[in-house]
């Protein structure tokens, strides 16, 4: 009896441990929003109290691009052909003009820093089978007077870059959500 004791507290601490676990990892997958269930996507969320105001200048039309791609260096780039800078900022504006309520000029202007990775399969640095599945990426940087507010990062799939405007999409709404935050 004074064995079968200590066996089953170990044995309840164990159960109860690996059901807190399995919830843990199962919540690290949840995402904020749904468009963000489509392809693997990352956010860090800053919690700044001038996020408001930052999703506000968006929603005003107050902000500035800052961009570039980056094409594949060890293979040949699909996606040279396909989409230059000033496309991607095109679709950008075009995409962010559907949340502009009411243009209202400001001194304070939200910068938007960034970037389309091409996802270079012949990268020597890629190990895994999964770094390969996907077409690239988009890096988002919300700023406003020099802070970082928040960074996603999500994964386009088309290699013709055909869901880009989809996924900008996807991250604008990402971004005015934290206004519920």
Do not use: W
């Given at each position: 009896?004074?064995?079968?004791?200590?066996?089953?507290?170990?044995?309840?601490?164990?159960?109860?441990?690996?059901?807190?676990?399995?919830?843990?990892?199962?919540?690290?997958?949840?995402?904020?929003?749904?468009?963000?269930?489509?392809?693997?996507?990352?956010?860090?969320?800053?919690?700044?109290?001038?996020?408001?105001?930052?999703?506000?200048?968006?929603?005003?039309?107050?902000?500035?691009?800052?961009?570039?791609?980056?094409?594949?260096?060890?293979?040949?780039?699909?996606?040279?052909?396909?989409?230059?800078?000033?496309?991607?900022?095109t679709q950008?504006?075009?995409?962010?003009?559907?949340?502009?309520?009411?243009?209202?000029?400001?001194?304070?202007?939200?910068i938007i820093?960034?970037?389309?990775?091409?996802?270079?399969?012949?990268?020597?640095?890629?190990?895994?089978?999964?770094?390969?599945?996907?077409?690239?990426?988009?890096?988002?940087?919300?700023?406003?007077?020099?802070?970082?507010?928040?960074?996603?990062?999500?994964?386009?799939?088309?290699?013709?870059?055909?869901?880009?405007?989809?996924?900008?999409?996807?991250?604008?709404?990402?971004?005015?959500?934290?206004?519920?935050?």
């Amino acid at each position: 009896m004074r064995i079968i004791t200590p066996i089953f507290i170990v044995l309840i601490i164990s159960i109860f441990s690996y059901s807190l676990y399995k919830q843990i990892k199962k919540d690290l997958k949840i995402q904020r929003v749904s468009c963000q269930e489509k392809t693997v996507t990352f956010e860090k969320i800053y919690h700044h109290p001038k996020t408001k105001l930052a999703i506000e200048l968006l929603k005003s039309n107050n902000y500035t691009l800052q961009s570039h791609i980056e094409y594949s260096q060890h293979m040949k780039s699909k996606l040279i052909d396909i989409l230059t800078i000033d496309e991607a900022n095109t679709q950008l504006h075009d995409t962010i003009a559907s949340y502009v309520f009411k243009e209202k000029p400001n001194k304070d202007r939200l910068i938007i820093d960034y970037y389309i990775y091409e996802n270079d399969k012949k990268d020597l640095g890629k190990k895994q089978e999964n770094s390969k599945k996907y077409a690239g990426y988009l890096v988002f940087e919300f700023k406003l007077n020099n802070t970082l507010l928040y960074k996603i990062q999500s994964d386009y799939m088309k290699l013709d870059a055909s869901d880009i405007p989809e996924r900008m999409n996807c991250i604008i709404q990402s971004f005015i959500s934290l206004k519920d935050e």
